[in-house]
């Protein structure tokens, strides 16, 4: 459990017991959840809402994650359709603690996965199966404009990019996923909205522990969709679309915008920092997997 709030009873489907959620020795040496480390949100009460593989870290002050963490076989995951699978609250936390679908209704805004949807869908069958379908509560979704465009493709793609292509050991990940909350996001319908995302991938290798830094920014897209709620028009058929920005970052760097203690990944991270520059001035913006620094 993290911070003030209490665990409630596990309201899963059926399920008698309540799910492990990430595993923080997974991948051999310890990956922790994050906890808020005294800047952006200090003070902010959190939940730890354990699922299959997974664990989400709700804020429900803003009605959204902070973090969310998955654990990824990569030599055990089981290819599932996605099917009609329909977001669910979770019903161990209150309503007002988590935003469902009235967020999401006639707008612009896609329920974005943080921990995707196939990242926890490991092991037997009927493990997949809940896995999957545990992706789809409402505390692992965030609101991303719903535009289709390379950026995006390139950061849903990024844990088989890293599976494939990492030095690592037995093809295991952790992945820890959540929005920038800041005091300054723009408020619609009672929830602040988040302008990026970040996201760390960890692996281990030769018992050392890997790691690499992303963040996705969708500030230009979110700023045009507003504005046209405000004003009351729709976008034209030939308006051209603005880009999802995404980059790679020095994992420091996304603990310092983020206020979150991200442990020991900031030490492991594959992304150098050149002599004579800052964290900030690191950061590289990707426009395909081959640019990625591991």
């Known amino acids: 459990m993290l911070g003030a709030a209490?665990?409630?009873?596990?309201?899963?489907?059926?399920?008698?017991?309540?799910?492990?959620?990430?595993?923080?020795?997974?991948?051999?040496?310890?990956?922790p959840l994050p906890t808020h480390a005294g800047a952006a949100g200090a003070g902010s009460a959190t939940v730890e809402l354990t699922y299959t593989h997974f664990s989400v870290v709700l804020r429900p002050d803003r009605r959204l994650a902070a973090a969310t963490a998955v654990n990824i076989d990569g030599d055990r995951l089981v290819p599932l359709e996605r099917e009609d699978v329909g977001w669910r609250l979770d019903g161990r936390v209150g309503r007002g603690d988590q935003a469902g679908a009235a967020l999401y209704t006639d707008n612009e805004f896609d329920r974005g996965h943080l921990v995707?949807?196939?990242?926890?869908?490991?092991?037997?069958?009927?493990?997949?199966?809940?896995a999957n379908d545990d992706t789809f509560r409402?505390?692992?979704?965030?609101?991303?404009?719903?535009?289709?465009?390379?950026?995006?493709?390139l950061w849903v793609g990024l844990e088989d990019h890293v599976l494939e292509h990492a030095?690592?050991?037995?093809?295991?990940?952790?992945?820890?996923?959540?929005?920038?909350?800041?005091?300054d996001d723009p408020p619609y319908r009672d929830v602040l909205l988040p302008r990026r995302f970040w996201k760390v991938a960890a692996w281990a290798h030769d018992g050392e522990l890997r790691a690499t830094g992303y963040l996705l920014d969708q500030s230009e897209l979110l700023d045009a969709v507003l504005e046209r709620e405000r004003v009351g028009t729709a976008r034209g058929v030939d308006e051209e679309l603005g880009a999802y920005r995404t980059f790679q970052v020095p994992i420091t760097t996304i603990a310092e915008e983020t206020g979150l203690d991200l442990g020991p990944l900031p030490?492991?991270?594959?992304?150098?920092?050149?002599?004579?520059?800052t964290p900030?001035?690191?950061?590289?913006?990707?426009?395909?997997?081959?640019?990625?620094?591991l």
Request: aromatic share 6%; proline share 9%.
């Open 6 to 31: 209490g665990r409630t009873e596990w309201a899963g489907d059926g399920m008698e017991a309540e799910p492990l959620g990430c595993d923080p020795a997974f991948l051999g040496v310890p990956v």
């Open 280 to 293: 900030r001035e690191a950061r590289l913006e990707l426009s395909s997997y081959e640019e990625i620094v």
């Open 116 to 130: 995707r949807r196939l990242d926890p869908v490991w092991g037997d069958m009927a493990t997949a199966v809940t």
């Open 167 to 183: 030095d690592r050991t037995d093809a295991l990940l952790t992945v820890l996923t959540g929005p920038v909350l800041l005091d």
């Open 267 to 277: 030490a492991a991270d594959r992304l150098p920092v050149p002599r004579g520059t």
């Open 138 to 153: 409402y505390p692992n979704a965030a609101p991303q404009v719903a535009v289709f465009n390379q950026s995006k493709e």
